[in-house]
């Protein structure tokens, strides 16, 4: 769940430096207005952003203004339901799926592909797509041997089930990953002003 936590923490700095770095970019062009379109030094736009944004986080970060501070309740109250029913500790599991530099294992170990409604073996605790178990247990009854390579678990149909914990992980990466394209695309743009219209001395 910390690493999680993580995540939704991280969203939500970018959105309030996203905010801040909008607004100095309008501060800056009605002083470029002001100036008779003369730049500006690029250090002073970056130097202002910087200030601004250690400024604001002090007066006004809150993670419920991350879009997935709603994702990371639900999130909170699987794990609460999943833990009734297994005395396992969950972060173990939760540090696996997201690594420390934010990034996350999406990919099903079988199928090579982003994961499609998530299933786990519950002894071993190993997550495949569904539709991958699907093949593995085709016209067979049984026991099964657990494709992640190295396991020599075993099991039977009844062993498997939704893994509604890591769906919502999915979903929190996934949107978190989007939200930073974005993100990236807005910087493209404020890069193009700052460019064309902050003078980049001692080139």
Request: a negative charge; proline letters at 2%.
């Amino acid at each position: 769940m910390k690493a999680c936590e993580k995540i939704v923490r991280s969203d939500a700095e970018m959105k309030l430096y996203n905010r801040v770095v909008e607004s100095v970019v309008e501060e800056f062009k009605i002083l470029e207005s002001k100036n008779n379109g003369d730049g500006f030094e690029s250090v002073l736009f970056n130097k202002a952003i910087e200030a601004k944004y250690k400024s604001e986080k002090t007066k006004s970060f809150n993670i419920k203004d991350s879009d997935l501070y709603d994702d990371l309740n639900e999130l909170k109250k699987l794990e609460i339901n999943e833990e009734k029913e297994s005395d396992d500790d969950l972060d173990d599991d939760d540090m696996e799926l997201v690594n420390d530099d934010d990034s996350m294992n999406t990919v099903c170990p079988i199928t090579m592909c982003e994961y499609v409604k998530p299933y786990k073996i519950k002894r071993c605790k190993h997550i495949f797509s569904k539709s991958a178990l699907d093949q593995i247990m085709r016209n067979k009854h049984g026991p099964f041997e657990c494709p992640m390579a190295g396991c020599r678990n075993r099991f039977q149909r009844g062993d498997i089930s939704a893994d509604l914990v890591f769906e919502a992980k999915l979903k929190m990466f996934r949107k978190r990953k989007a939200a930073i394209k974005r993100s990236q695309a807005n910087f493209d743009d404020w890069n193009w002003f700052s460019f064309n219209n902050v003078c980049v001395c001692g080139f």
